[in-house]
């Protein structure tokens, strides 16, 4: 239900898929020149980078005179936004090399001043805070001052955002591994949590009267689940449907992250009941018939927002909203995606048949069956067959698989889900977004994604994050801090079945 | 033509008086007890202080766990919103006091990181970069996550520029001289700048169509040439006027700094000709009059946001408006007062009448009018009577005296604005900001405020900081840079007449 | 509770001044020139009427081509408006009477087309049809068409309400009374009707956020319960209070009828605690404490709307609007003044002084009461004393006079209100309003609007006029059809206790 | 360029088509059933109807009570409206044949007052005027004030603009032809003519930025040139393109008529280089380029506002706008479709045919290029040929046949327009359309339209009808009541040609 690039959208395909298609709108939009698309411009030679470095980023002022220098001109900004967009992706990395390095911290200062501090140990307070305050602006990189003249350009914070997505691409991509990118990287964050601080989104309910350049923007960023044609988007936004997005006063008409929610009778199990029910387009709502609210797709659009928290707080301020429209409303949930889930397993199979584990997977029953099934001899051959089931999702097209599949899948899934980690965290990015958020890891629903990306994914699984509204604090802080996971009795049951099993 | 609170509001009696409306206004918008106006709350005890600064203002999480801290709950914020605002005026101090000085920079961190900086000189670049940032992170005050917080909450923005009002006003009242208050107040104005960046801020133009919310605020704010009534009004958003402000999304419905502007033939050198000409009314705009835009007023609206630059930035974004909609036009000018003129005149003239030197204000030819027209005998007998004049703005109503002074308090006031200093820069604050601006000191007019504040305040005297787009970023920088002024040679003119008479 | 001009407005005094008031805000906005105010015009020669008239009042196409004549060059329908707006009063009244009178219906056809309709009795229902339709066609006074193309042009709608205010004025000042200006009344009533059917109105509900302009013109058309100032039209559009108008897509900016509403506990005796609650600004409206709707003022704003139904749709479109808000409300209720009630009880002392039959009026006890109060002796002097206490309001200022009094006034008013007719309907314009939306005349209020205004207008007294919901449209059928009065109990009991005491 | 349906919806296979996709967005937006699309309702006894029309359909009132007629309860007209809308289209027919037939005009009280009026030619003009206008009244049909109650329920004014559609379609498809049906058109006409008069109409300039709900419609209602993705979509309203439409308060979010201009550098002869031009999606608008306005597509959205002018002062009021837009812009033309010329001269070739007059068309050297070009022999076959060349669209593919038959088709075409009447008139409605506009029939233009369409409905040919803004008004008069064209020498030479090869 989530494709949050916060966290995965440079590590799987479809995060990779997802991202690019980001870029792309992103693209049409500002024009931008994206990182792999466009290379064909011509290269830049060095000095030219350095000329204008030196003539844009200006020096830090004195400690003394950093409240009387006046603003560069505004052409200043604007100069530098050009000649960045029209650079190759490899001018790119050169110039942000460059940027990162020789315009950053000066370190003398600091040490300088450093070394004043354990001096002062002895003194006055007062003199100690001076010092500090001291130190504290020495540690300010150069390009900062540039990066804030440019969020006054216009345009130009959208521009510091894609600014990002570079950086951050170039870090992933092992293009570059300099700690200056890394510092530049932090310096961008730390500006754009500033200005893109919650008290300064904007909450938009997007409806079918919401301007098309809007809608058009919702239905590009849908990549959970894929918005095909103008009938198909109007249902998302029509009758027992919300779509939220936060919007940002100095990025209009970009929704920054958006919420799909479907107001059901009870919580949903199946997507397809959801995003392909056609009864709805005319109907009125019948408020006896709003119980639930099911959040079924949650996309972030920025890629350079990465690690600004925006998805969480939007989730909360959604359950405000709705509390308000619908007083007597008490279920909140996600119906989320396993993304990753059906290569993980595979991965597993494969290890296993090294190993000579597959005892530790399915039961003998299941594997019998399994051979049964698929006419394969027991062994290697059953692991080969159910590999191969699971690779072209042909199981999902014989009753008898699914019957003997659905347990094993069921519980292999639950583990992946709760006792898989990274960090001491959830594996999965899904389930790690609304676990931080303070949801409970509620239900899994068989065949909740029958379409043949759900099957591909996560073998048709998906899984409800529920939001228990008086928790979420409790829990959110309990996962950060403990790592410890909050699930239902079904989740806690099947793991245990896994366990049992696997004899982990 | 300003009431810059950011530099004076809190000298001049005008200030005061300014400053006041100003904390009123925002009274009625936010119920926000002010700092002298109410101190009838029941004082709270110290304990229960100390107790609610120890619940919510949580400790700094570790530099690793620095991204996985859970945001408190928003009820966090709204309690210690609740609780400053039910606090004295008394209280207020004492709990800031606390909050400044028992939750800010933990000292121990930082110089432990400082010696291990010292100690990394040896080190690779990548460490030494590592450890500056954690020296930077170990720089942030405790509290300043709670502000942070706070500015998600609703109204949490607007309680932080009034609270950084109070801390303003805690200072220059040398209530508090504790280098923790003044570390608090940096604090917030860095976290305010960002969120007032530029780029953030919205120029609306205010007309009679806006809503009237806004209007009374824009009618409340004006403290140069007060409005009288909903006519005046009207007058100021009607033809051959405009009037903008810039706005903020987390501050609906607040206008933070306001221009008006007048649109003219020629660049004028009268006020009354501004907000007392009735005809225009009704009357259409013809453009063809239109060749001169005269900025005789700006405000800022919020104390708590001195230090964060606006005016400058909303009167260059409204140069550039008005150029596109009137794309012929050249001249932009201020028709601004000169507050301080006359006390400034009235201190001078008490010190020459003490140092017997009152040969360096007025020649003897210009004395023996002022002893003939007031009946007294030379000397300290003409200075006092010329103190009297002065004070009373009796001279105003004899034409002949007008004609004896108008020489004379010409080159004085030319004096004032351009010879006399506070720190290098020009005393006069009005002066002093337009001159950042880039603008040049252009000319003096001779009863150019002929209201009976006008002419107590500056001897009716008003000048033109006229703006000449082409140099402002240059006059700018050498201002603020070398401290030079630059002037037109009627100001100068007159500079030099002073300087000769007074032989300085 | 009502200043309808529908029905009063040329009247009384109240009205005149209202009429006026309403004009002088039209001629600010329009700049039209009002009726009385401005005569010092040149006036116009006939000829040059005549020939304008001639020009710009196209002759009535045939019957054959009436969809094939293009329409005139909107210049002519501009110049026409100009040429109306220049002329001084009594011009008008030539150039309407003109215009009425040589270009209205053209007699000859239709009595030819009545004797062919006559004729064709003998002929088929077809043809009957067809001599009908021109029948119908030919009742179309020429200037009819002009009419239409004048509200095509921008602020023709405008100029069209304005221009039947002045045929009205016209009429009812008796300045003429041929049966053609009053077919142009007709006429514009007609096609006034249609262009403010209620489906084109828009319901808007008037805040402190509506656009100043908007606000202006609901502070001057208040005429029953004048606005101060700015704070107390703040608080009729704040909390505990609700503004509706309609508005009209040819006259944007302009309040057409204007609704003020009290949330209250319980439904008002007193207007005094509605204008003049200080307390209620700022606070917070407990849904709790709203019980009831009073509507306290009712107010149509253009002249020229006369006869057409727009206060009647506007309190019912109220009424849903609130239910919707306000779900568990059920108590709609006026507080209204009586305007006349004085004047009519001045009128009918004078004539049972003349007639000697003071005794109808009061009872012995009571005169005893006034005698002694005003150490009058018995009879016309008594007469005379509760005359002049009553032209004076001093009686207010006894309370033993206040206690005497009461009675008497309560049922002398109850008649007025319930007893008095004008043409079988109700005498008091607001009663007669009240009791065509179906209301109930529900209950006198002793000191219901203690201002001197109220004391002079109707000695204090107020009244509600009560809407239950399930019966105001059979009382409303019955009101207008039968004449009958709803009234409550209490009404209906101090009727009849004035009948008892009067012998009638 | 035009489906205006005003004219031809109904008559032409296109208009036929058009109509249908009109209703079947009405039917999406209001869930009303349309004619042909849904009869599988259940049949109402015809007792149903008599009940409910006797219930609903109050008498008139009497002359006297006219103005004291209460309104009836608005639940009258809403169950009026749910019953129709529940009707079969065999109930329909029947409802409103017992509607116009049963609650029309009283023809009994028609003749008796024009009996009336025939004696008082006798009497004085009051008395005159005073029959005249009863009889005006007794004209009303029973039926029109239910009509007016019901325009004041919501969504009460689309239901009769559909309703009218109805009735058309009934008229129309002959399905009835009472004399009473004809007025029940024409009353719904008149009211709606004066609810939809130009000053009540709002332009609305559609972008990008418009709502969705409006931009589908705008996709919907577009049949000149349809509109196949959000790519098209997004062009016609993008850079260098307008879209404006007319809208109406009372049926909002709903376009009444479109009209869709190019911004070019000359008069556009080709329709595919506007509809198809890729390159101006994210171009920004020079101004130097844009010299002219082509109107490209003009659609009618309401098959019930037929006879009610919208289109003309839709082109008038849009016109405006460019001009203060673009102040230098100075060509205003049309590039239109020429829907019925293949069809017409199909008739034509095949009446030749048969009298052998096949010289009249072709010149015998284009004849013989024609036999030659199809292999056919002289006379008979080479009509047959020329006949299945033009109904396949097969000679487009020879460049041969382009050539040869290039002059022949432009007289002929050019004769089409110019010179087949119906009524007088110009038979082609577009051409009507625009003539009765005042526009100028300015060009002709080979290959102007080369889709299949294009090719199918006019052998590719387009036309100017030109602007020319001080001759509109004249030349419109001119044609509507000369029923003269104003034409170009290009056209006025085809048609010269024409005449004199076919000896007419």
Same mark, same amino acid.
């Given at each position: 239900m989530i494709s949050h690039p916060v966290i995965w959208a440079f590590r799987t395909s479809v995060g990779c898929w997802r991202h690019r298609s980001v870029l792309k709108a992103a693209l049409q939009a500002t024009e931008i020149s994206g990182w792999r698309c466009f290379s064909s411009t011509i290269r830049v030679g060095v000095a030219g980078m350095e000329e204008i470095l030196a003539r844009v980023v200006a020096p830090l002022p004195t400690y003394e005179t950093r409240d009387k220098s006046p603003p560069p001109p505004e052409s200043n900004s604007v100069e530098f936004m050009h000649f960045y967009k029209s650079l190759s992706k490899e001018d790119k990395l050169d110039f942000l090399t460059k940027l990162s390095q020789d315009f950053g911290v000066e370190h003398k200062s600091v040490s300088e001043l450093a070394g004043k501090l354990l001096d002062n140990q002895l003194r006055d307070l007062s003199t100690i805070l001076q010092v500090e305050d001291r130190l504290r602006y020495s540690?300010?990189?150069?390009y900062k001052q540039l990066l804030g003249h440019i969020s006054?350009?216009?345009n130009g914070v959208k521009f510091l955002v894609d600014l990002r997505a570079d950086v951050l691409e170039i870090l992933s991509s092992k293009a570059s591994d300099s700690p200056h990118m890394r510092d530049l990287s932090g310096t961008l964050k730390s500006l754009l949590s500033e200005w893109f601080s919650v008290g300064l989104l904007r909450l938009e309910r997007i409806t079918w009267q919401s301007p098309c350049e809007v809608l058009q923007k919702i239905s590009q960023y849908e990549?959970?689940?894929?918005i095909r044609n103008w009938t198909d988007l109007k249902r998302r936004v029509g009758p027992y449907r919300r779509c939220y997005a936060f919007t940002h006063a100095a990025m209009p008409?970009?929704? &920054?992250v958006v919420l799909h929610v479907a107001l059901t %009778? =009870?919580?949903? =199990?199946?997507i397809q009941g959801i995003v392909r029910e056609?009864?709805? &387009?005319d109907s009125e709502e019948d408020?006896?018939?709003?119980n639930a609210a099911v959040f079924y797709s949650i996309s972030s659009t !920025?890629? +350079? &927002? !990465? +690690?600004? %928290? &925006?998805g969480n707080y939007l989730i909360k301020r959604v359950v405000r909203e709705l509390q308000s429209e619908f007083p007597h409303m008490t279920q909140f949930s996600s119906l989320s995606p396993i993304p990753g889930f059906s290569s993980w397993l595979q991965g597993l199979l494969s290890q296993c048949r090294k190993e000579g584990r597959s005892a530790d997977l399915l039961s003998g029953h299941e594997w019998k069956e399994v051979e049964q099934a698929t006419d394969s001899s027991p062994g290697t051959a059953a692991v080969d067959a159910l590999r191969k089931l699971i690779g072209t999702s042909e /199981? $999902?097209?014989s009753e008898r698989l699914c019957r003997v599949l659905e347990p094993a899948l069921m519980r292999l899934c639950a583990w992946y889900l709760y006792g898989e980690k990274r960090r001491g965290y959830a594996l999965n990015p899904v389930a790690n977004f609304h676990l931080q958020n +303070?949801?409970? $890891? /509620?239900r899994l629903n068989w065949l909740g994604d029958s379409s043949p990306r759900g099957v591909a994914n996560s073998c048709g699984i998906m899984v409800n994050y529920r939001y228990f509204l008086k928790d979420t604090s409790k829990n959110g802080a309990l996962y950060l801090q403990s790592k410890a996971i909050t699930a239902s009795e079904q989740v806690l049951g099947l793991v245990s079945q896994f366990q049992k099993n696997s004899k982990l």
């Amino acid at each position: 239900m989530i494709s949050h690039p916060v966290i995965w959208a440079f590590r799987t395909s479809v995060g990779c898929w997802r991202h690019r298609s980001v870029l792309k709108a992103a693209l049409q939009a500002t024009e931008i020149s994206g990182w792999r698309c466009f290379s064909s411009t011509i290269r830049v030679g060095v000095a030219g980078m350095e000329e204008i470095l030196a003539r844009v980023v200006a020096p830090l002022p004195t400690y003394e005179t950093r409240d009387k220098s006046p603003p560069p001109p505004e052409s200043n900004s604007v100069e530098f936004m050009h000649f960045y967009k029209s650079l190759s992706k490899e001018d790119k990395l050169d110039f942000l090399t460059k940027l990162s390095q020789d315009f950053g911290v000066e370190h003398k200062s600091v040490s300088e001043l450093a070394g004043k501090l354990l001096d002062n140990q002895l003194r006055d307070l007062s003199t100690i805070l001076q010092v500090e305050d001291r130190l504290r602006y020495s540690l300010t990189p150069r390009y900062k001052q540039l990066l804030g003249h440019i969020s006054r350009v216009e345009n130009g914070v959208k521009f510091l955002v894609d600014l990002r997505a570079d950086v951050l691409e170039i870090l992933s991509s092992k293009a570059s591994d300099s700690p200056h990118m890394r510092d530049l990287s932090g310096t961008l964050k730390s500006l754009l949590s500033e200005w893109f601080s919650v008290g300064l989104l904007r909450l938009e309910r997007i409806t079918w009267q919401s301007p098309c350049e809007v809608l058009q923007k919702i239905s590009q960023y849908e990549a959970v689940h894929p918005i095909r044609n103008w009938t198909d988007l109007k249902r998302r936004v029509g009758p027992y449907r919300r779509c939220y997005a936060f919007t940002h006063a100095a990025m209009p008409g970009e929704p &920054l992250v958006v919420l799909h929610v479907a107001l059901t %009778e =009870d919580i949903s =199990d199946n997507i397809q009941g959801i995003v392909r029910e056609f009864a709805t &387009l005319d109907s009125e709502e019948d408020v006896n018939k709003v119980n639930a609210a099911v959040f079924y797709s949650i996309s972030s659009t !920025q890629a +350079g &927002l !990465q +690690g600004v %928290e &925006l998805g969480n707080y939007l989730i909360k301020r959604v359950v405000r909203e709705l509390q308000s429209e619908f007083p007597h409303m008490t279920q909140f949930s996600s119906l989320s995606p396993i993304p990753g889930f059906s290569s993980w397993l595979q991965g597993l199979l494969s290890q296993c048949r090294k190993e000579g584990r597959s005892a530790d997977l399915l039961s003998g029953h299941e594997w019998k069956e399994v051979e049964q099934a698929t006419d394969s001899s027991p062994g290697t051959a059953a692991v080969d067959a159910l590999r191969k089931l699971i690779g072209t999702s042909e /199981w $999902m097209h014989s009753e008898r698989l699914c019957r003997v599949l659905e347990p094993a899948l069921m519980r292999l899934c639950a583990w992946y889900l709760y006792g898989e980690k990274r960090r001491g965290y959830a594996l999965n990015p899904v389930a790690n977004f609304h676990l931080q958020n +303070g949801a409970t $890891m /509620w239900r899994l629903n068989w065949l909740g994604d029958s379409s043949p990306r759900g099957v591909a994914n996560s073998c048709g699984i998906m899984v409800n994050y529920r939001y228990f509204l008086k928790d979420t604090s409790k829990n959110g802080a309990l996962y950060l801090q403990s790592k410890a996971i909050t699930a239902s009795e079904q989740v806690l049951g099947l793991v245990s079945q896994f366990q049992k099993n696997s004899k982990l």
